[in-house]
């Protein structure tokens, strides 16, 4: 069987294909928070990120990652994804490794983000690419089901 393209693509939240993955996210999110969900999904917005990767199969939106600017030198990842069949083939620490370049190319010094504690396999990601715990930052202070990360690019 032949082995499928892997395209990576830089865009926006203007981007349908974005717009797509992200829906199937809030799906998914939805199911496994479910109370906590309307909580989450109002920090999730997609409206002002300008910083979107795409990643492409065979010319198929497979999953999606974004970073929100905080500052001149640090951002928050955002609305990482992989679709469900194609998970476990390391994607998503692809995708996270390109945001991380895009961040050094802007010059940027930190890296946040924040997951929940029903995303087990995030925070196993975010550990293994070298992301470390950090007190919750706002507006997740005090949220016990909030874990936050950084990491010093």
């Given at each position: 069987?032949?082995?499928?393209?892997?395209?990576?693509?830089?865009?926006?939240?203007?981007?349908?294909?974005?717009?797509?993955?992200?829906?199937?996210?809030?799906?998914?999110?939805?199911?496994?928070?479910?109370?906590?969900?309307?909580?989450?999904?109002?920090?999730?917005?997609?409206?002002?990120?300008?910083?979107?990767?795409?990643?492409?199969?065979?010319?198929?939106?497979?999953?999606?990652?974004?970073?929100?600017?905080?500052?001149?030198?640090?951002?928050?990842?955002?609305?990482?994804?992989?679709?469900?069949?194609?998970?476990?083939?390391?994607?998503?620490?692809?995708?996270?490794?390109?945001?991380?370049?895009?961040?050094?190319?802007?010059?940027?010094?930190?890296?946040?983000?924040?997951?929940?504690?029903?995303?087990?396999?995030?925070?196993?990601?975010?550990?293994?690419?070298?992301?470390?715990?950090?007190?919750?930052?706002?507006?997740?202070?005090?949220?016990?089901?909030?874990?936050?990360?950084?990491k010093v690019l």
């Amino acid at each position: 069987m032949a082995r499928a393209k892997i395209a990576i693509a830089r865009t926006n939240s203007d981007s349908v294909d974005f717009q797509k993955l992200v829906q199937l996210l809030d799906a998914e999110l939805a199911q496994r928070d479910g109370e906590l969900n309307d909580f989450y999904h109002q920090f999730n917005g997609i409206e002002a990120l300008r910083q979107v990767l795409i990643l492409y199969s065979d010319k198929e939106a497979v999953a999606c990652g974004a970073f929100k600017l905080r500052d001149g030198h640090s951002a928050e990842i955002k609305r990482m994804y992989v679709k469900e069949d194609y998970r476990k083939q390391g994607l998503a620490s692809k995708l996270l490794y390109e945001l991380e370049d895009w961040g050094r190319e802007m010059n940027l010094k930190t890296l946040v983000l924040e997951t929940g504690i029903n995303q087990p396999e995030a925070m196993s990601l975010y550990e293994k690419s070298g992301f470390k715990r950090i007190p919750n930052y706002p507006p997740y202070v005090g949220v016990e089901s909030s874990f936050c990360f950084e990491k010093v690019l």
